[in-house]
């Protein structure tokens, strides 16, 4: 199994910013994909950001040009930095991945996707 931790949540004065972590962790995988979702109060889950391996950074047109996601393999680690952040931003910001994972009744990988448990982004007015 893969796991998801993020941090690096908290309260913000709009304006201001602040840099979430995600760090996947568990054995015989390989990240394909990572990205930032949010869901604030009231309102469906949205992509925020996306980087794929090899891939150009995807971004939602509400963050383009405040956030700025990336991602070091080694650590199998993905950054959001955001800035500027408006009141509007407030919501829990979910990590995700995807994945290939090794299957041992098969013998070799399999796709997988994880959620992290997220982090309350708030940013006051």
């Known amino acids: 199994q893969v796991r998801l931790v993020e941090s690096g949540g908290g309260l913000v004065q709009a304006g201001g910013s602040l840099r979430l972590s995600c760090v996947a962790s568990?054995?015989?995988?390989?990240?394909?994909?990572m990205g930032w979702h949010r869901q604030a109060p009231g309102k469906q889950r949205e992509l925020v950001a996306e980087?794929?391996?090899?891939?150009?950074?995807q971004y939602a047109d509400s963050v383009k040009g405040r956030f700025t996601i990336s991602r070091d393999n080694a650590k199998n680690t993905v950054y959001l930095e955001m800035s500027s952040l408006k009141p509007e931003d407030t919501a829990v910001y979910y990590c995700?991945?995807?994945?290939?994972?090794?299957?041992?009744?098969?013998?070799?990988?399999?796709?997988?996707?994880?959620w992290g448990q997220g982090t309350l982004v708030n940013v006051s007015s």
């Open positions: 980087l794929a391996n090899e891939g150009v950074p």
């Open positions: 995700s991945a995807q994945y290939s994972i090794f299957a041992e009744d098969v013998g070799d990988y399999r796709p997988g996707a994880k």
């Open positions: 568990g054995m015989y995988f390989k990240i394909e994909s």
